[in-house]
């Protein structure tokens, strides 16, 4: 398993196995709390499946040093 891509086909496989879904898109993170006024502009800029604060800061550390990362 090498790259990204075996880390996606190993979730795939996992997923397929004990019939747990997979979604694929958007993530979105910032250095605040999501509150209700700002709900409606975020989904409405981004359609994002979620948002997460601590994530994105595993996943940057991972992009800088070429380590594949996958989160779920």
């Known amino acids: 398993m090498k790259g ?17 879904p997979v979604l694929f898109g958007t993530m979105v993170t910032g250095e605040q709390f999501i509150v209700d006024e700002k709900r409606a502009e975020v989904n ?9 604060m601590e994530t994105v800061s595993a996943a ?11 989160s779920a």
């Open 60 to 70: 940057h550390v991972c992009y800088v040093n070429r380590v594949p990362f996958l």
């Open 44 to 52: 409405r800029k981004y359609a994002p499946l979620s948002v997460d």
């Open 4 to 20: 990204i891509g075996g880390l996606l086909d190993a979730a795939k496989r996992y997923c397929q196995k004990t019939g747990h």
